[in-house]
């Protein structure tokens, strides 16, 4: 079985960016695919930002970055960009973080004039990080995120392409193991 970890980059409690990862997780693991959501906005902002990978938190922040086989990245877009929060949390990771792993890169936002963020901004720091596949990105405006919590519901207009975002990811994660990758073995 696949192990899918959405990391959400929203420093906002009341965040639709993490609301959107939760809803992501509910539909994977619905599928028989063990999902863990990783808030960024709960670690300690101080070890975060000096990236101390020491503290006991980013450490294990950390190793569910490693246990993963797919990671899906959510963030906000603020000014023409992914999250500061986010690009911390990217830094902090070694190398290869992100080696043999299928990834999702995924941001909300207000206005599809942020579009482009995802693959100028984003998708060149995930390649650094030795992925075995990035999918296609997806940007989700905000006004199709309708509801609350568990009864989060997207507008048409969003919900079949990120349907077959989805699908793509998926099949993603049915590639080789990251085990096997980079001279490591299963």
């Known amino acids: 079985m696949s192990n899918v970890l959405i990391i959400s980059g929203s420093p906002s409690a009341t965040s639709k960016t993490e609301r959107v990862g939760d809803h992501l997780a509910r539909r994977l693991a619905g599928e028989g695919i063990a999902t ?3 808030r960024l906005r709960r670690l300690p902002p101080r070890p975060l930002l000096s990236a101390d990978a020491a503290d006991p938190d980013v450490a294990a922040a950390v190793a569910q970055v490693e246990r993963a086989d ?12 992914y999250s500061g ?9 070694p ?5 043999g792993k299928a990834v999702l890169p995924l941001a909300t936002g207000g206005s599809v004039a942020h579009v482009l963020a995802l693959d100028y901004g984003l998708r060149p720091v995930v390649q650094s990080l030795g992925p075995r596949h990035v999918v296609q990105s997806f940007f989700l405006l905000d ?3 309708l509801g609350l919590d568990e009864d989060l ?3 048409a207009d969003s ?3 990120l349907e077959d975002v989805l699908a793509q990811f998926r099949k993603a994660l049915d590639g080789v193991p990251h085990e096997t990758v980079l001279g490591r073995s299963a």
Do not use: N
Not at 70 to 81: D, M, R, S
């Open 36 to 38: 863990e959501h990783l």
């Open 70 to 81: 797919g990671i899906i990245l959510a963030t906000p877009t603020y000014k023409a960009a």
């Open 85 to 93: 929060l986010l690009k911390v949390f990217l830094d902090l990771l």
């Open 95 to 99: 190398q290869f973080g992100f080696a």
């Open 143 to 145: 006004k199709h995120i």
């Open 153 to 155: 519901s997207l507008h």
């Open 159 to 161: 919900a079949a392409p």
